[in-house]
């Protein structure tokens, strides 16, 4: 299959690519840096990159996280996807793999299964949040073969959760750095992917029925819990414990991409995050 992966050189892309080939793909990288650089918000650039690559498939990887702007991340998911949709339907690709995330679920007490609609809330920022994801995943779903991909948090090289990234930078204290998660030490709770198996799930999803479907590791878990070692993997202290919870941060479930065959190398954080390489962590 001929493969157009939009976001080659991103944190997932850089391990999807090399894992495409090896499954037998031919693969036709863009990103907005690299040999082939295309902006995702110029409609007619992205137009004419599918129409060159005339791919029998589209992968969508594309986000901008780089400076923590929710606004220009919630652009790509919004407009980007758009062009990136248009252009796949005019190339007559009907097929396309697309990255979301599974913490815009509505509140609940129990992890969320893909059957928990997305979040209703008006409160901001998260309100923008869901829109851009609301947006993200009915416009792919325009394509008559439209796989959602729900990712948890990602941690491995070139994510905010890499060793000197900036959770470890916020962690340690650093003048004018933040937590950038989106819980802090109490009881709210998280899913996350290593990026290796993010990749691997996309590749799958290439011959996976339409839909959406989370791609998280086996262990949802409270702040309280996997902070504390991601704190000792990444070498910085662990913040004091605080009390409540978030009631949308409830985690998610993976049995529905486990019953089509994909199972994470890293199955829980508990041990993903200590496995590290020069790189970062293992990848």
């Known amino acids: 299959m001929r493969v157009l992966v939009a976001g080659a050189t991103g944190a997932v892309g850089r391990h999807l690519v090399p894992r495409l080939e090896a499954a037998g793909h031919e693969v036709v990288g863009i990103s907005r840096r690299g040999p082939r650089p295309v902006d995702v918000l110029d409609a007619g650039a992205v137009l004419r990159a599918v129409a060159e690559a005339a791919p029998d498939a589209v992968v969508h990887q594309l986000t901008d996280l780089g400076s923590a702007d929710g606004a220009a991340n919630n652009r790509v998911r919004i407009e980007g996807t758009r062009n990136l949709v248009d ?17 815009a679920y509505a ?3 129990a992890p969320a299964d893909e059957s928990v609609p997305l979040d209703t809330t008006e409160d901001l920022p998260r309100a923008r949040i869901v829109a851009g994801v609301r947006a993200l995943e ?3 779903a325009e394509l008559p073969e439209a796989v959602v991909l729900r990712y948890g948090i990602l941690y491995g090289p ?6 000197g990234g900036p959770v470890a930078a916020a962690l340690a204290g650093a003048p004018g750095a933040r937590f950038l998660g989106s819980t ?7 899913s996350f992917v290593h990026v290796a198996d ?12 339409a839909g959406a479907y989370n791609v998280v590791d086996d262990e949802p878990a ?15 202290p662990a913040p004091e414990r605080s009390a409540g919870r978030t009631p949308w941060a409830r985690g998610a479930v993976n049995a ?21 390489c020069e790189s970062g962590y293992g990848v």
């Open 87 to 103: 252009a796949a339907r005019a190339a007559g690709v009907g097929r396309i793999v697309a990255q979301s995330i599974s913490w």
């Open 107 to 109: 509140p609940g007490d």
């Open 138 to 140: 009915s416009t792919v």
């Open 158 to 163: 070139g994510t905010w959760y890499a060793p």
């Open 184 to 190: 802090a030490a109490d009881a709210s709770v998280s």
């Open 198 to 209: 993010a990749a691997e799930a996309a590749v799958r999803a290439l011959a996976w029925p």
């Open 222 to 236: 409270a702040g309280h819990d996997w902070l504390p070692v991601l704190a000792g993997a990444l070498g910085v």
């Open 256 to 276: 529905r991409a486990r019953a089509l065959g994909w199972a994470p190398a890293r199955p829980s954080w508990r041990t993903g995050f200590a496995d590290r």
